[in-house]
């Protein structure tokens, strides 16, 4: 039977209840005893369990259990499948209830907006959609065990650089459009239990203090029903947090801001009900695990081991093919560079899980026979250059029919806690990899890295297979790939630029210590790229596989849609090759009325297909007014323009290849300010207010010789015709046709014909 909490909570002193809304010690929430409250344990995540032994340190690694190391999320948003990533989560619920764990740390959905964030390994996309999508799965699936999630980090928390304090300054417009839709889907589809904000400020005021976004966005627009807890110490001002919407402060050490509460509820200054309202929240959380314990549950390491290799195949990016791989059985093979043999495959902080084993591909090729030399050619872990391993490496390639590299970037190149200075692979693997393939045309690289890389030897080499930090069965997984047992079908989940120079972000990340300038607005990524139509290396979206496939036939439900309907785009998917795959089906809208200031196109739909060779399958995605909507902070709403909608399929942002046409209509109206700033242009081009400008304007001219060449707007000259279109009405004083009487009578006229 559940637990009254309502009856619970009524039974709490003042101080009981204020000293709930803080953690007990680094990963437990607090007990009260004497009504049989438990103290319920909290682990990171996101991909596999990080549980540290009591009094643990959080960024220390090395005392959490022996656990299973999925791949982090750079990895599986490339799967864009979202009932993997959701299968993976009910694994991970199933591990909490094992371990006695009641909330895993996780998922992590801050956008990429640099790919130079130390981070960017544990965020999924650069894309809000895709990110929001992979998400509410995860969250289905291990909520689906009574395990809760703490999606993360609640909001623009998009660097590492001051993380703690800085203040991440963007317009309503960018917030909603970008930074907020990955937390806005999950909790619409899937009611994370927590969520975690972050240490940094929103436009002046910190997360945790932030009422705006814990309150006004989290429950009242979206309509969230769990409890919020602060990141790791990013509490600031405790009372105000409780009447912002801060439930729990995490971890341990607050007796002071618990006794802070309650002398404000014995002042006055908070309302005991506010305190109340916190508890509630936190033990319907508690308890919703308690009540729903499950016992006998085992965590079965090997066989997780096993799902964690199956999951990273899904994920892994064929970048380039020029037909070398699958690699034949016949062909003589080395593998070159240590992370043949120690992969990377995780990254560094607070997500760092202590694998119960690793799988290298190089094992993986012993375990299946294969005729695979090795060279070590550089070391895994730094940037140190060896001539004589070089030289090895170079001779070892000529010697055979084929050159694998295992590049990426070293454990210490990206991490929690601090950016990359730059997008460079180490200086000795890029030497090398240019040397190997000058030696060997056959050259195919490997890589793992949790962010994008510059790649100055991409177009001399024949294969690019992207890892990513492809988890402990990372080499399993390779070794299934290169050799054809399994088929690439993992796309890019963000861009990867040519320099990182090109990214939007890049005059505006890490400049300031107080101050983060989101300057770049809504266009990040391939929103980016697509607007300055500039070349990329490879374009968001991207996934290469052993077959080929058509995507043809793009049908729409209807072909016009309004604010409460929406439309089933169905496209057909084939594959065209001599083997099974799986293909990535994205599409994207695009607005085609001149809308200014709107991305060339955005995700708003995606699906994957399992195919035969030969076999055709429709794939149905829903297109609905949001999906062809921006934020319209004059309405304060999500908008979009009655007009003309381009509906585009394609398997990457770069290759659109099925296209339709569709009509909205709204009833929504952006509200026309009626003050001396409105200008004649805005005035005209609105049918309620148009006449009466109109009729004004005939009048003045009557009067006015400056007026009876600007009243023609259609015929006069074109300056003419700009200075009346932008000419507010306040300026129509200093030419005399205006005094203060008739303006105000003017604007009563306009604001009567606006129904106002
Ligand atoms: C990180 C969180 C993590 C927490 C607990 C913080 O430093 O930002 O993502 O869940 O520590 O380890």
Redesign the pocket.
């Known amino acids: 039977m559940a637990t009254d909490i309502k009856k619970l909570v009524a039974e709490m002193t003042l101080e009981e209840k204020a000293s709930l809304c803080g953690g007990n010690d680094f990963w437990h929430l607090k007990a009260v005893e004497r009504l049989g409250i438990p103290a319920v344990m909290v682990s990171?995540g996101p991909h596999g369990l990080r549980k540290q032994a009591e009094g643990g340190d959080?960024l220390g690694i090395n005392d959490s259990i022996i656990a299973v190391c999925f791949p982090a999320a750079c990895a599986t948003a490339a799967s864009f499948d979202k009932e993997l990533i959701g299968k993976m989560g009910e694994t991970i619920g199933d591990e909490c209830q094992a371990e006695n764990l009641s909330v895993v740390?996780g998922p992590?959905v801050n956008i990429k907006r640099s790919p130079l964030c130390g981070r960017n390994f544990e965020y999924f996309s650069e894309d809000p959609y895709l990110a929001g999508e992979m998400a509410a799965s995860y969250i289905n699936g291990v909520q689906s065990r009574h395990i809760g999630t703490s999606i993360?980090?609640f909001a623009l928390n998009n660097q590492e650089y001051f993380r703690m304090s800085n203040d991440s300054r963007a317009s309503e417009r960018t917030i909603r459009e970008i930074y907020l839709p990955a937390f806005e889907t999950a909790v619409k589809k899937a009611q994370p239990k927590t969520v975690?904000c972050s240490y940094n400020k929103i436009n002046g005021t910190y997360a945790s203090d932030n009422e705006w976004l814990l309150t006004k966005v989290l429950r009242d627009d979206w309509g969230f029903e769990g409890y919020v807890m602060t990141?790791?110490g990013a509490v600031d001002d405790r009372v105000q947090g409780i009447r912002a919407g801060l439930e729990l402060e995490m971890p341990g050490n607050t007796a002071e801001n618990d006794a802070k509460i309650v002398a404000a509820v014995k002042d006055g200054s908070l309302d005991e009900a506010l305190v109340d309202r916190a508890v509630e929240r936190i033990l319907t959380v508690v308890y919703d695990y308690i009540d729903n314990k499950v016992s006998g549950v085992v965590f079965d390491r090997d066989k997780d081991h096993e799902k964690a290799a199956a999951v990273e195949a899904e994920c892994a990016v064929l970048l380039e093919n020029n037909g070398v791989l699958p690699l034949a059985g016949d062909k003589s093979v080395v593998y070159i560079g240590e992370y043949a043999e120690k992969p990377r495959y995780q990254g560094g902080g607070?997500s760092h899980i202590n694998s119960s084993k690793v799988t290298s591909a190089l094992e993986a090729a012993k375990a299946k026979g294969r005729s695979v030399d090795y060279v070590k050619g550089f070391p895994f872990d730094k940037d140190e250059e060896n001539e004589e391993e070089l030289a090895k490496a170079v001779e070892a390639a000529r010697t055979h029919d084929v050159a694998v590299i295992f590049a990426g970037l070293p454990d210490n190149f990206e991490s929690?806690g601090y950016d990359r200075a730059d997008m460079d692979m180490p200086k000795c693997q890029n030497k090398l990899i240019a040397a190997v393939a000058a030696a060997n045309p056959n050259t195919v690289v490997v890589l793992h890295n949790g962010s994008p890389v510059e790649a100055p030897w991409a177009d001399d080499v024949a294969a690019i297979l992207e890892m990513y930090l492809g988890g402990q069965g990372v080499g399993t997984a390779t070794d299934e790939l290169l050799y054809g047992e399994k088929n690439p079908c993992g796309h890019l989940a963000e861009t990867f630029p040519l320099r990182v120079q090109d990214n939007p972000s890049y005059l505006n990340f890490n400049t300031d210590p107080e101050i983060c300038n989101y300057a770049e607005g809504v266009y990040v990524g391939y929103r980016y790229y697509d607007k300055k139509a500039m070349p990329v290396r490879w374009a968001f979206g991207r996934g290469l596989s052993y077959t080929t496939f058509r995507i043809d036939n793009i049908c729409l439900s209807a072909d016009s849609m309004d604010d409460d309907s929406c439309v089933e785009v169905s496209v057909d998917v084939t594959n065209t090759g001599d083997r099974a795959g799986k293909e990535v089906v994205q599409l994207y809208v695009s607005d085609l009325n001149g809308t200014p200031d709107r991305p060339v196109k955005e995700l708003k739909g995606f699906d994957k297909v399992a195919l035969e060779p030969g076999e055709t399958k429709t794939v149905t995605m829903t297109v609905d007014a949001r999906s062809l909507s921006y934020y319209e902070e004059r309405l304060g709403d999500w908008f979009a323009p009655s007009g003309k909608y381009g509906i585009l399929v394609g398997d990457a942002s770069d290759n659109i290849t099925a296209c339709a046409e569709l009509s909205f209509t709204t009833k929504k109206v952006v509200p026309l300010r009626i003050d001396g700033s409105v200008t004649i242009g805005e005035l005209l081009a609105n049918a309620a207010t148009a006449p009466v400008v109109q009729q004004m304007m005939k009048a003045a001219a009557e009067q006015s010789p400056i007026m009876s060449e600007g009243a023609d707007l259609g015929d006069g000259g074109k300056m003419m015709e700009a200075m009346m279109r932008f000419m507010p009405l306040k300026s129509l004083k200093s030419f005399g046709m205006m005094d203060d009487a008739k303006l105000e009578g003017l604007m009563a006229v306009l604001k009567q014909a606006l129904g106002r």
Request: no cysteine; proline share 0%.
């Open positions: 990171d959080h740390l992590a993360k980090h975690m990141d790791w607070s929690e």
